[in-house]
Structures are given as C-alpha cells and as structure tokens.
C-alpha cells in the first residue's frame, strides 16, 4: 500500500534553513507528481510547490528547493532564510494524477525560535 | 493576485444537508480549474474527499459529492453526521503548475 513517511521534528534559528524528507513506499516517486503543502499553527493549509514525476520540472516560490533521491524512493524540500513565519506543519503529499493530491505523509512540525 | 474564497462556517444539523463553496476573488471557477476538497481534524493530516470536480477518493461515503455550481466549485453532504463535524478546503488548480488552497470552512454538526 502507498505510504509516506516524513522525518521528524526540528527547531531552527532564524535565518537557518532546514530540510524535510518524505520517504514513499508502496509505489514510485518517479510514477507521480509530489506536492508539497504547510500548515502554520491555528491556520489553513497553504500549497507550497511540487514535483514532477520525472523530478526535473518544479514549481514553488523561490524560499523553497525540491530534490529527490530516486535510489532511496525520497523526496526532499529545503526550506532557507527562516523566519517565525514559516513555523508550520510541512506535509508531502502524491498526486492521483488529476490535478489533486491523494496520499499524505503525516506532517513534519518545523519550529522557528531564536 | 488570484485568492480563493471559502465560507467561514456553516452549522448543519444532524441527517441534514449542506453545500460548501469555493470560488475565486475574481472570475469564475470551472472544470478546468480541477477542484478538489479535504477534510481535517485537529492533529491530524487532511483527508481527500472529491477530486477532478466530482471524483470520489477512495472509501469516502457517497453522502460526499462534488459539483460546479454556477461560478464555484461545489461539495455537498447528505445525510451529516457528527463525525463530519471538521474543517473542509478546497484546492483549485491556477495554471502553470500551481494551485492555491482555499480559507477553510468550519463545519459544525448539532
């Protein structure tokens, strides 16, 4: 069955950068586009960018760096120059391949505190 | 700058029927636009419910439907429940490879 797992938690200082991951079993990241969505505290769901299946083609605000590692089935997404404003709940998730995403991996809280 | 618009809340009653819609700030949305709806608890990721418009994710009950109704995109529950009692979004697809997310709307089941 299609799973994604994420890396854990992480605390950064403003200005750092911090990358999550979003291991995918079940299935092919080459197979699907890969988007990726956040979730500040007490607020909505905001669609960050995503991937295309052949992991060439991305597309996202530039705070933002998307990278795959075919070899182990993961994707990644950098985050630079943190601010507190990007304290959230990073979620990957795949494309059914009809403009949506299906599949989610469970969310990574990403913490910006001096 | 396109914004996608959402209710805020709605209250249904229980067995009751509701439909929550999404738009655009400016213009209308339609098929093209590809929208889709999730569901979300507190804690926990969202859930898909309707994509492509009106296409059943896998294992949503039926009482969930999509639709285009007039200039916005359309999801409605028959028969509420009290476990339907979340926040819902709708993603619509911009062009290009982007999308935006909607506000939210917070349904209340009582």
């Known amino acids: 069955q299609v799973q994604l797992v994420q890396s854990g938690a992480e605390v950064r200082k403003p200005g750092a950068s911090v990358t999550v991951s979003c291991k995918a079993s079940g299935y092919s990241l080459t197979s699907n586009f890969m988007h990726w969505v956040r979730q500040a505290p007490g607020q909505g769901l905001e669609w960050v960018g995503q991937m295309n299946p052949r992991g060439d083609t991305r597309t996202y605000a530039q705070k933002f760096t998307m990278t795959r590692d075919t070899s182990t089935n993961t994707d990644y997404m950098e985050v630079r120059s943190l601010t507190s404003a990007d304290t959230a709940v990073y979620f990957c998730a795949r494309d059914t391949g009809n403009y949506a995403p299906d599949y989610w991996g469970q969310g990574t809280l990403v913490t910006v505190s001096s | 700058q396109t914004v996608v618009t959402q209710e805020s809340s709605f209250s249904v009653s229980p067995g009751g029927t509701v439909t929550l819609t999404c738009g655009f700030n400016?213009?209308?949305?339609?098929?093209?636009?590809?929208p889709s709806w999730y569901q979300q608890t507190p804690g926990q990721p969202p859930r898909t419910l309707v994509y492509d418009t009106y296409i059943r994710a896998s294992g949503v009950p039926d009482r969930f439907s999509g639709s285009v109704i007039g200039s916005k995109a359309a999801l409605t529950i028959t028969g509420a429940q009290a476990d339907d009692e979340s926040d819902y979004y709708c993603?619509?697809?911009?062009?290009?490879?982007?999308?935006?997310f909607g506000p939210g709307t917070k349904v209340t089941v009582l």
């Open positions: 400016s213009g209308s949305v339609s098929t093209s636009s590809h």
């Open positions: 993603l619509l697809y911009l062009g290009r490879g982007t999308y935006a």
